[in-house]
């Protein structure tokens, strides 16, 4: 094995960018391969001349597998690690030795362009589902590159905006899903993000590539830079980031800075070794010959992993399934109308570098005959913005007249979510929204199916459609997916990764969105998405974690105990109580002990599990809460922090499905906060220490060793219970400095002896 002192300065600056866009330098007198790496994330985008950066979309087939949007609503992680074992197996294929994805930035704000590509708007289901892609490819001997650490939440001016975002809001909600995938899965690579946080772009950002990533986390992978998020090489081979993508062809630069003390020689030698190593790590599946992998398998998770991402958030009078459970035959004499170009030309993945070239492609109208289903076919609109025809209405409603049942495939076009731009609005297509209207209005049994990367509004619209179905962008299989889903041959069991808020004027990041002037200020701190709309009993349309089943279930005898000072269990019995075989997601939120000194949502989500309950049949559940469930961080101790109190689990369904609330009492943390010269004369009271340092200053008083408190003037005393000891001068001229050094002292003494 190559080690990093075998190299000369020059080869180890070479191993610190790429030797092309879509791959590492080799340094071949000591055959170190120059390995492939390629876009991710939820399928392989091996652009086919393998130099130009620019040539998105002429890639070699792979399985298009939901992108983020659709994976992240099936709750299902052993499922995402299946898909990771099947993108793994491509790379193989394909000798890519790194696939870059996952991204698990959070969905701050709906209208952001990569909504489709991110998992949540809560960190701790974005961290447990996206997990399950590293640890699936990595199984296979595959690289991972999470991605974009950190803070991408929006495209508007991504490449240089300065996200600015406090200490706690970044640890609670936009690093935890990073951290918990590097702590349990360890991704061999990480991306930086192009955007500034804090006013340190990505690329040079040491607090956050070494100190929180390799200091506090233990990450021992490499870090990459996004696609030209490097400025300054030095400063960024400095701050920990391992290689530059696409290369400047700079490495001279970077021996000159070795050479002239900019980079300590240390410095490059842990960043080269860390690429020699991952380069070991890829070489036993890159040197496998022949690997072929199976597409028709690839293709059935595909199609699983769709039918696990469709979320129905609609049904009105059983209208679906269509038929009761046995596919096209049970549905016959029920005469179905499709209507809507996207049941002929799906929306399944999004736009930017994350666009796959299928093995095959699936739509609905092909999922349809196949399975030899009765139904007639309307395309009832176009997807680009062309003005509606009255032959394309006519010929839907005359659809819609002579049917039962219409499907109507509807959605955003692919032009209005992409990486590289946000959305500016929620609303779906205009000409969507009539045409749904005028339908309804001839057959009332309408199955809307909504393809879309993130929220839109449904009010006034869903209305019209007495069922619907989120089906979100399903990849190649989506077709069979949905009409798996329609004929009841599959049972929906996706909840929403995402809330639908009624209108975008209710998100809790609008005030600040997108920023100006090169700065967005994420002033909602930790309220975002439901933590904001259920602190703040804001109606929504879909609550977070919200999805229904064919099936009905039950959630009883639930227990909740504390197994440690900072931990508990929770554990419920689950009933399917009807006639099909089903899944339900139990979901744990934690309500924070009211002894806590910040502002804390009403409820977050700690802990869930997905269910698979056969008809008539009851599962138990446990789910272990760790001492990060009930923390917060804590600005003033620069840490996480469980105090001691009274906290709330609540086992639920959705965020605004509580079935059961249990209340529990936690010793705590055994963190002490030593008293200072900051500290204030009621934090000296409540102290056990200080206590008694305040009792002897007053002992002295009386005896007239100090300066005597004026115990019968009340507004002294208001005054001094949240003053800052080392103030005592205001009140008590120059006097008062010996009250505080004597606090000090006295406190001192008596932690001493304890
Ligand atoms: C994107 C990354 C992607 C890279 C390579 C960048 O523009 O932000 O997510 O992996 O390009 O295509």
Redesign the pocket.
């Known amino acids: 094995m190559v080690n990093v002192h075998d190299l000369t300065v020059e080869e180890k600056a070479s191993l610190t960018s790429g030797g092309d866009?879509w791959h590492f330098q080799p340094v071949e007198r000591l055959g170190v391969p120059g390995y492939m790496l390629?876009?991710?994330?939820h399928g392989l985008?091996k652009e086919k001349s393998e130099t130009a950066?620019l040539d998105?979309k002429n890639t070699v087939p792979a399985t298009c597998f939901p992108p983020a949007a659709g994976m992240s609503s099936s709750w299902n992680p052993d499922l995402v690690r299946e898909v990771g074992v099947a993108m793994g197996e491509e790379c193989i294929q394909e000798d890519v030795a790194v696939i870059?994805?996952p991204?698990v930035n959070i969905k701050r704000n709906p209208l952001g362009g990569?909504s489709f590509?991110y998992w949540s708007e809560d960190p701790f289901l974005a961290g447990h589902e996206a997990v399950g892609i590293v640890e699936g490819v990595q199984s296979q001997g595959i690289g991972t590159?999470l991605?974009?650490f950190a803070a991408?939440n929006q495209e508007t001016d991504?490449l240089r905006i300065d996200a600015r975002i406090s200490e706690r809001a970044l640890r609670e909600i936009y690093l935890p899903a990073f951290e918990h995938i590097v702590k349990t899965a360890q991704p061999w690579t990480i991306?930086c993000?192009?955007n500034q946080l804090n006013g340190v772009f990505g690329s040079e950002n040491r607090w956050l590539l070494t100190d929180v990533l390799r200091g506090e986390w233990g990450f021992e992978g490499i870090v990459m830079s996004?696609?030209?998020a490097v400025h300054d090489r030095a400063a960024s081979l400095n701050a920990g980031l391992n290689l530059e993508?696409p290369p400047s062809y700079t490495d001279d630069e970077i021996v000159v800075a070795v050479k002239d003390g900019r980079i300590p020689e240390e410095q490059l030698d842990r960043m080269a070794q860390g690429m020699l190593d991952l380069v070991e790590k890829a070489r036993e599946a890159m040197e496998r010959e022949g690997f072929v992998f199976d597409k028709d398998v690839h293709h059935r998770i595909a199609r699983r992993a769709a039918q696990e991402s469709i979320v129905m958030l609609k049904n009105e009078d059983g209208l679906l399934p269509l038929g009761a459970g046995d596919g096209a035959e049970a549905a016959e004499g029920v005469r179905v109308a499709v209507i809507g170009e996207f049941a002929r030309t799906p929306r399944y993945q999004g736009g930017?570098?994350?666009h796959i070239n299928p093995t095959k492609m699936t739509s609905l109208l092909d999922a349809l005959e196949e399975r030899g289903a009765d139904f007639t076919f309307a395309p009832g609109f176009t997807l680009d913005r062309s003005e509606q025809t009255d032959e394309l209405t006519a010929e839907a409603l005359a659809a819609a007249r002579a049917a039962d049942v219409v499907v109507f495939a509807m959605g955003l076009p692919e032009e209005e979510e992409s990486?590289?731009f946000d959305r500016t609005h929620l609303d779906m297509p205009a000409k969507q929204l009539e045409l749904l209207a005028a339908v309804s209005e001839v057959n009332p049994n309408v199955v809307a199916v909504l393809s879309n990367g993130s929220a839109v509004q449904m009010n006034p619209w869903q209305e019209n459609a007495k069922a619907i179905l989120e089906t979100w962008l399903l990849g190649q299989a989506g077709g069979s997916a949905v009409a798996d889903i329609l004929f009841g041959d599959a049972n929906p069991s996706g909840k929403l990764a995402q809330s639908f808020p009624l209108d975008i004027k209710d998100d809790p990041s609008m005030v600040n969105w997108p920023g100006g002037d090169r700065v967005v200020d994420y002033g909602e701190g930790i309220f975002v998405g439901y933590r904001y709309y259920d602190t703040f009993d804001v109606d929504v349309a879909y609550p977070f974690g919200y999805g229904l089943s064919y099936s009905t279930f039950t959630v009883s005898d639930v227990a909740v105990e504390a197994t440690g000072a900072t931990s508990a269990r929770v554990s419920a019995t689950v009933t399917n109580t009807s006639a099909v075989d089903g899944a339900e997601v139990i979901q744990v939120y934690v309500n924070p002990a009211d002894t806590t000194p910040v502002q804390r949502p009403v409820h977050e989500l700690k802990g869930f599990q997905k269910v698979f309950v056969k008809a008539g049949e009851s599962v138990r559940v446990s789910i272990d809460l760790d001492d990060r469930a009930f923390a917060y961080w804590s600005e003033k101790d620069g840490g996480w922090r469980v105090v001691a109190g009274e906290y709330g689990v609540e086992v639920a369904t959705s965020s605004r499905d509580i079935v059961s609330r249990e209340t529990m009492s936690l010793a705590g943390d055994d963190f002490y906060a030593e008293l200072n010269e900051w500290s204030n004369y009621g934090e000296f009271k409540a102290d056990t220490w200080g206590a008694l340092a305040v009792q002897h200053m007053l002992e002295k008083g009386a005896t007239g060793e100090l300066p005597a408190i004026p115990e019968d003037n009340l507004g002294v005393q208001l005054f001094m219970e949240t003053m800052p000891i080392n103030s005592m001068p205001v009140l008590f001229g120059k006097e008062g400095r010996r009250l505080t050094q004597f606090l000090l002292e006295d406190y001192a003494a008596e932690r001493a002896k304890a």
């Not at 390629?38 to 994330?41: C, I, N, Q, V, Y």
């Open positions: 866009a390629t876009d991710g994330p985008r950066a998105m870059l994805g991204g990569r590509e590159s991605k974009h991408n991504r991306m993000a192009y996004d696609w030209g993508m930017g570098s994350s990486e590289g």
